[in-house]
């Protein structure tokens, strides 16, 4: 359908129509519709002659508060009229003056003139056939007044009342054609039914007319640069979601949401058209207009509460917001209430979750079995500890770690909304209410959500209101810094601890190592991971308060006034009390205080105007301010007397540890001026350039200031004559775009004037703790803004009736002055590298949406799928430094092992390793793998070993053998969704995968590592390679580990984790109408939800959602769920 | 309602400044407004010391802790006792990357020099410092920078080439070639070491556990010492540098061996320079680390990373005191933590541990002298020694021989004390065998006196032992400490054939260094 383009009416009264949509709100235009929907009866006075239909709307605006909205060419052609009436309804006067090809609807005050799509038909005459009643809901179970009902073929036909409900005498063999603006239409067979409810679909191409950008709004149909709405986000109440990022993981081509595992506690990772810095590469929210670039935050916030989700991908989109946008925008609306209508929602989950998958540990028996194979490989004699014989004991099963450190999870949430308000003032509140245990032992979160947003139209020009939103959350998850570290590793534990000891002793205190001369083969440091997750006791309360509040000035019809001061308060408490352990006596209580304070205020000034009709400009300018402010303090008391729950308190410590307390403090601003221009001509031709001015506190003066200008173009071909006779395209427009966003996030707080750092140690004696300070840092005056450039081309397309869709993107994004923190030398004497803009990383990439809709009769459905390929690659790294290898606790095990490095030519976070080449299958074979000069490339080696690659030839096997061999981001990531309805039922499905991931799995290097103690070990170990199992890929059983199988960082690790994951799916049944109306409820669906039920992947780690930088110490796997769920409308 | 919409607006819009954007670093002192007073040089002075005893970074990891530990026991008083692989590989040389468990010594010296600069640089600007002052904290900021610079200097640099020198003049400074020759380092060293001492304060007027005079002196008369093996002009100095201590400030043997390692006489007669033990903060962790894995009993962390061999136990000379002062075999009865019981070890690889450090477990009755978080932090109150008078006698006696001299004065003074007979006419194996017996596990580092020797490879190229009892229950009837057969532990037991004198002397540079170098470190040759 051809796109409405603008009639009398200024934008924002068009808008109101994008409103009752429910799609959302625009945050300036809350003009808001009056309580009172007029009665179609208010009468008229009209006196005209031989005057054009807009004259006429004209004299009805003046006389009435009606609103008009319709395609200005539908009344190019239109005769004159003349209209002469007195009293006469605005509904009874539109139906005499209007020709007969064009049609009213009556929304509250709002007249939208269309192209009929019946005959007139008269009410009053209806046949008497059955009495036919029901509910006509939109995709939300809402109900919608004004639709027209038409037995098809007549001119019979009536209109859903304020809520919704229609009731009209049909035959039986008569087929109801239902109708309304912004939805597909459908038709119904009668046949014996007295009450047919009726769910209308949106019709994607008119719903999405109107998109939220950056500071504003605009038309899809003008829209140049790369945006995407999450469909996801329409129906986001009827699945259960555990946080806003959820929605958008494999609904948005280009946009990957990896879940960091199953941890309650833990925040998804969004990413946006690859990474192009090593450092923070998150996305900039705006919720509300309120910036935010806190994961922590972000996922606190309520899913239930969110209207619409916006994601500016490219660059000419999203560098309205300058600084901050460089990795993406994603822009959240939340529900606003309307006016006259009270709907209160009540949507809950309950459910259980469970571990995807466990990993196993060797039983009493194996393991002993084990140890003693390692030792006779090694020509040594075994333990008399794993002796069958002489340790009989040691060979009971008596405890299955794993298992006993997993546990059922339980989900629910509750969440309860009412939005609703009278002619002046609307609101919207909710609260809601969500936890969550983890499938590990003792892990859990909670989450408190309660949101004010409310409107108030103080007068025709003014317009006030907030959004006020608070969450506290709490938590207890797995510290994820100790998966590299064999000791704290829950996971790693549950494989290490003997099979053969229990949980706990006979008196139900927790089992410790075994006491001096016993036969018993304890693995000492292998600690009691029960013990260690049940004694955890950190209580972690973030107390989030984000208010906005703005007040909308109009001018007049043209200019309008926006003013948003927007305050973020973060309260975050840690407390980790320790209690006393057989490893560790002391107990103690580490306990800090975080606060933040994050002010916004944003002033924009928004000019629209459409000239001689084909013109349409949009002018906007803007002044922002923002100040950001952090302080935080930690103490650990020690030596508490009792463990009492009730006295783990600070008071209670005798002791304070001034090593392990400090504070942290730091503070930054940012001013921007911006402005931005939107052309568009006929429709057909639009273009958008902006710019904005950022300076910053955290550069010097002289580099603080950046500038970032962006362009985009596009072009409606479908507008040109041409195409009209092209009518299997629906609708085709080609998109161009660049733009320039800065980036100084990575930067701490003053980064060219480093304080100095405050260090603890002992006096000389050590009697005491002391503080010291140290000039632990080098300021570097002269860093400037890191700057992305993005180039994105693409179109959207729609055919044979927008049923099919098909948009494709393609981007270059370049990182330039990518800010870095080189490798430091050790001869620079201090531990923090200095920041300097330094390397220039590219990240190619093409992104397809596709999508298939059949939106008429009974079953209805639609299919979306999208696929992404980002190419990443280092162009260059400054400072003649040409490489780096990745030392941070993302990309380390057990501090000896580092496989990632990033080198120009290469992506960032590459696998840096040694290739294998299998395992030696004889000695022979190890002995005669030898260099040119005959001397052996592994002299160590024996049959069972595996086979090191010397790349560089030089005979040995070491760190300059080690070859590029992928990285962790996929080639492909991919998603696809589908819905279906019937009549009641709905169903949709979620699957996403990726492929072309590497993940190194150093997992196994302890756990299938013989030499590694006396720890248990994976039961996959089982299948090491022995002389009569010689097709395994497991290296030999052994405790020397001669030949270094374990410890070279090579290609062994290295595994694909492609994987296609069915993240979803969901079957709910709605209640039909007529028993709801009964009971007063205006909505009321069930449903039930499989989450992570099937995975398909090669991968045989925990989870292949690893993550991170791909390196896998045996993260929390992701667990499986089952929820059911229920949402009830009032 | 105008006014209402002006008095809005007007609020929204925030008067704009360049203030708004001057945020001037809060939290800690800025560099520019530090050095101002006594206290900030304190501070300085203390973040030297926080480089060695740093509790918040890394415990595991601690200066005098593994680090330093791991190149001593490359040598062939002990095995690698847990299948740490980094810890294996540096036994074995078999370093081939990165390896940050050796890297760090390395790391952590040029920290030190860092800050010892920061203080000599800036220390002499501070406004109000008495001249007294100043000097007070030069003494410590260059004993500091030559201790570190020194222990930087034995273990990577050689006769092909030095280690870089960094002092005032190049502090900024990221890349500083090396020194064509480890003399031009031990010179600057020496240098350092003899400020030091005029500027220092003697022992007695030295806070305790602070650097004094001997400290300097002690340092001075090692670094003479290991200077000796390019210049034989050295002996002669290490003489006269060792006599500046040896029986000064009251500094004499203690009585009996055993006395030496009780937390009473960590500043006893015999002490001139410790790793300092600390259960208040992060001390030492050597005798923890050398401990028993597990300690015996629930509530006691050892790591026992360090497990001696039977060659050491073989090195001692019968009615040698100091053997059941430094080793515990099978069978022997000793308290712990007021218990009576019996050694015998569930995870020891040879059979043997280390008793020497363990006084604050036998000698007490209670956990008072262990740090109360002993599983991350295994400290103790107990000092290690880093340079005791045993070991500057031993230096002096030594200097005497490889200049021809009689060193039997030395040599029975330190005998004697052990039980043993005199010596007449000690030979340098003698000497060699003494300070082996004198000061195992100690932090003297006898791997390098085995390198400087030139004993290393004869050595190494052979298997080391430990023991393996059948009944290794000693309340067993059947058990008998003498039936034992002799094992190579795993690992870091069997004889490391690829040691090579020409290329093992030294440590390889930290492979990263090397890489982020911009061509200006060049690796030790042949790793």
Redesign the interface.
Known sequence: MKKCTHGLFPKSKKLLIVTKLTLFLMCWCVVQVSGNVYSQGQELQIHMEDVTLEQVFSEIRNQTEYEFLYDSELLVDQPKVDAEFNQITVGEFLNRILPESLEHIIVDKTIVIKKSTRPKFDTNNLPEDIELKGKITDENGEGLPGVSVLIKGTTKGTVTDLDGYYSISAPADAVLQVSYIGYSSQEILVGNQTAIDISLVPDITQLEDIVVVGYGTQKRSDITGSISTVEAVKNITDRPLNNAEQAIQGSVAGVTVVNDGGDPTATPKVTIRGIGTTSNSNPLWVIDGVPQQDPAIISTMNPADIASMTVLKDASASAIYGVRAANGVILVTTKRGKSGELSVNYNTYYGFTNAWKKPTALTATEYAEMENQAQIN?G??PL??FSATDNPDGRIQRTNWVDEIFQTGIVQNHDLSVRGGGENATFATSFGYYKRTGTLLNTEKRRVNFRINSDFK??DK?T?GESIWMSHTNGRGLDPTNEGDVYENNILLAIYANPNASVREADGSFS???????????A??ARNPVQDLTNSDISNPILNLTGNFF?A?EFNENLK?K???GVNLVQNTYKEFRPS??????N?LFQSQASQVDWI?E?TLTFTKTFNEDHDITLLAG?T?Q?FSFESFGVTG??FGSEDDNVRFLGNARALD???S??????????SWLGRVNYAYKGKYSLTASLRRD????LT?DN?VGVFPSVGVAWNIIEEGFMQNVSFVSDLRFRGGWGEIGNIEALS??PT????????????????????????G??NPDLVWEKTQQLNLGFDSYFLDNKISLSADYFVKTTKDVLLQ??????????EAPFVNAGEIENKGVELALGYRKVEGEFTYNINANVSRIKNEVTALGQ??T?I?H?GPDAVF???F?PLKSEVGQPLYSFYVIESDGIFQSDDEAANYTHADGTRVQ?NAVAGDLKFIDANGDG????QDRVYKGNAFPDFSYGVNANFNYKNFDLSVFFQGVSGANVYSSYKNVSFNA????FNRDSRILDAWSPTNTDSDIPRLT????S?N??T?SDWYLQDASYLRLKNITLGYRLPAEILEKANISNLRLYVTGQNLLTLTGYDGLDPEVGGLGVDNGRYPASRSVVFGLNVGF | ?KN??IL??G????P?C?D????E????????K?WESED?VD?????I??V?????LDTR?LYYGRPSMWPIAAGDDMVVG??K??A??IHNF?I??????IDVL??RN??I???A??VIINAPEVPGLSQDEVNAALGVAYFYRGMAHFNVAYRYGNQKMGV?I?DESN??????ERASHVKDNYDFIAADLERAADLLPTLSTA????PHRLAAYAFLTKTYLYWAEYDDTKWASVVTTANKIIGQEGRALEASYADVFKVVN??GSEYIWSA????????TPIPGQMLE??G????V?GW?YFHPTEELYQAFESGDERLKVTLQEYGDVFTFLGNT??Y?S??STTGLQFNKYMDPWCGYAD?SQL??????NPST?L?VPIIRLADVILMKAEALIMQGQNADVEINMIRNRAGLSSLANASLAQLKNERRVELAGELSDRHFDLIRWNDAQAVYHQDLHGR?Y?I????DPGFDRAAYTL?VP??TGAART?FDPNIHDVWPV????V????GT?VQNEGW
């Open positions: 090694d040594n004699t008399a500890a103080l007068s003014l006030v410790g190592p075994a006491p001096l001369s016993s036969n018993y083969a304890s000492f440091e007040l000035y006034f003013s948003t001061f352990t057989p490893n560790s006596p002391a103690s205020s002033n002044y301010l100040d020690s030596d001034l090593a392990r400090g504070s942290d403090i730091g503070e930054k601003s940012l001013v300076a910053t506190s955290r003066k603080r707080f003053y004037d480093v304080p100095l750092a405050n260090v603890s140690t002992i006096s000389f004696n050590g009697d005491e703790s002391v503080s010291a300070q140290a000039i632990d080098i300021s080189l490798p430091l030398s050790a001869l620079a004497g201090v531990t003649g430094v490489e290898l030392t057990r501090n000896s580092f002299p040995t096997i070491n760190d030499g590694q103690n006396l405790k020397q580990n001669g270094t374990f410890d960082v | 309602m209402f919409i809005l607006i609020l929204a819009i925030f704009s360049d708004f954007l001057e945020k670093p809060t939290g800690s002192p800025s560099i520019a530090f900030d501070a300085a002075l203390a973040a010391n926080n060695m005893y740093d509790g918040s990891n847990k299948s692989s980094s294996q590989r078999e081939a990357g990165p390896e940050k468990d390395w790391i040029y920290l020099i860092k800050r600069n920061d870089p960094k502090t900024l400074d990221f890349f500083v806070e305790e556990g602070a960590n500043y300092t033990g600390s259960v208040n903060g992060s001390g894995n597990g015996y009993q629930n509530g962390a026992g019981m019996t015998a569930t995870s956990d740090h109360p978080n002993g599983d991350s109150t000092n393996s059948a290794t229950d000693p309340t094992i795993p690992r690829n930290p492979f990263n260094e890489e982020i170098s911009n470190l």
